[in-house]
């Protein structure tokens, strides 16, 4: 929020005067104001529709007989209709501020006077998302030629008492069926997908990774790993993994592995704060031989698991235990780990991409098995579903647009007021 500052010029004043003397009663009606003391109230002016009539003149040519028509504009293309501003407001209630069609009719009812069937709540929803079909294609193309990109399919909520790598993973559930949440996001743009499938054959149908040349940051899902971008793991999932192994393990090496990373990270910090551009080769040196020497004594406290000759072990991986697995990960990429230290445009977390999942879930909403009638929501969080694809590829692609517009500090409901007359807006690409 911000501070009420006083305004030089007000839109209204209201005098208030003084009738007679609280004393005696004398009246004061006529006796000249000594002083006024003044103070200022914002307030709303009364909400309500306005109707624009648009006339379109037709004259003919005296000259060659042809009746000429006036060009009305784009969008009034029907002899009564809303306007782009209430059907911005439409879709900004249900996508922007994730409320279900029931409480947005509820709303414009109440505060605007303006009766909404749930009809054209959600026609007005699919109205946008044909419209920013080009502004989605247009957002991609800059997502995929960005230097660095965070990429996500899911909601990790942390239950420590589980085991680390276990998260709970929720995707979306669309007729009934679990479908993955995917972002591809930075600090400027966002992009949502929704695919039946979490891996390699949903990356691949998204088509950023496959093409993809920046830097990637992801958590440890194997998938990203056949692709030839740059990668950086995220280490926010690292330390919360550490964490579980200091507390349920007892090992001292994850305990050290926590602090170095976060040194270095508070390393970094300081030094974006003097000015430098990059830690001094004495700095990184030392780092990374203190991470090796870590993770040297986790392999001594952690050996492979033994091999039973009586009972060999099935064809595959043998199972091992959760500190060897994270131990493995991190000497094995262990340039992806330790990427933010050497690039400063490389943040040290995934959190980007977290940020940008997690509010998708709050959404809510009910879709009925027929593909245009759909009734008020329930919570997508607890138990809501989508009962159409195409409702929940509309909420991704308008609720990425919304994210972008966000991102880059665009006032969210003129732009969609834009997309209603015809002319969407597009965003940059990077910041300039």
Not at 354 to 366: G, H, I, Y
Not at 410 to 425: N, R
């Amino acid at each position: 929020g911000s501070t009420l500052e006083w305004c030089e010029e007000v839109d209204e004043v209201f005098i208030h005067p003084v009738v007679d003397c609280k004393s005696c009663g004398t009246s004061l009606k006529f006796v000249e104001v000594l002083n006024l003391r003044c103070s200022q109230v914002y307030e709303l002016p009364p909400i309500k529709l306005v109707v624009h009539e648009h006339q379109a003149e037709e004259k003919c040519c005296p000259n060659c007989g042809v009746v000429n028509q006036g060009k009305l504009p784009a969008f009034v293309n029907s002899l009564v209709q809303y306007g782009p501003g209430i059907k911005g407001l439409m879709v900004y209630l249900m996508e922007g501020q994730l409320l279900p069609s029931e409480r947005a009719r509820e709303l414009l009812q109440e505060v605007i006077g303006c009766e909404i069937s749930e009809a054209t709540l959600y026609n007005t929803r699919m109205r946008c998302y044909e419209e920013l079909a080009a502004v989605s294609a247009y957002i991609k193309s800059g997502i995929q030629v960005a230097p660095v990109v965070h990429f996500a399919d899911e909601i990790a909520l942390r239950f420590p008492q589980r085991a680390f790598h276990q998260a709970d993973e929720t995707g979306m559930r669309v007729k009934s069926k679990l479908m993955w949440l995917h972002v591809a996001c930075n600090g400027w743009l966002t992009a949502y997908f929704i695919d039946p499938k979490r891996g390699q054959l949903a990356m691949d149908a998204i088509d950023i990774l496959p093409n993809f040349e920046g830097v990637s940051v992801h958590d440890g899902l194997a998938s990203y790993g056949k692709y030839d971008s740059t990668h950086a793991l995220c280490n926010a999932h690292h330390l919360r993994e550490l964490r579980f192994i200091v507390e349920r393990y007892e090992q001292d090496w994850a305990d050290d592995m926590m602090t170095l990373l976060v040194e270095i990270k508070t390393n970094i910090a300081i030094a974006q704060a003097a000015g430098e551009t990059t830690l001094t080769l004495t700095q990184i040196a030392d780092f990374e031989r203190r991470y090796q020497e870590i993770i040297e004594a986790g392999l001594i406290a952690n050996p492979p698991p033994p091999i039973d000759l009586d009972f060999p072990t099935p064809k595959g991986r043998r199972k091992q235990t959760p500190p060897k697995n994270l131990l493995d990960r991190l000497q094995l990429y262990q340039s992806a780990v330790l990427l933010f230290m050497h690039d400063w445009r490389v943040p040290f977390d995934n959190n980007q991409a977290e940020r940008d999942l997690r509010m998708m879930k709050l959404k809510q909403r009910r879709i009925d098995s027929e593909e245009t009638s759909e009734l008020c929501a329930t919570r997508q969080k607890i138990s809501g579903t989508f009962r159409s694809v195409e409702g929940a590829q509309q909420f991704c692609r308008i609720r990425g647009y919304i994210s972008t517009l966000r991102k880059q500090g665009i006032q969210v409901l003129d732009a969609l007021k834009l997309v209603f007359m015809e002319t969407p807006l597009f965003p940059s690409l990077q910041p300039e």
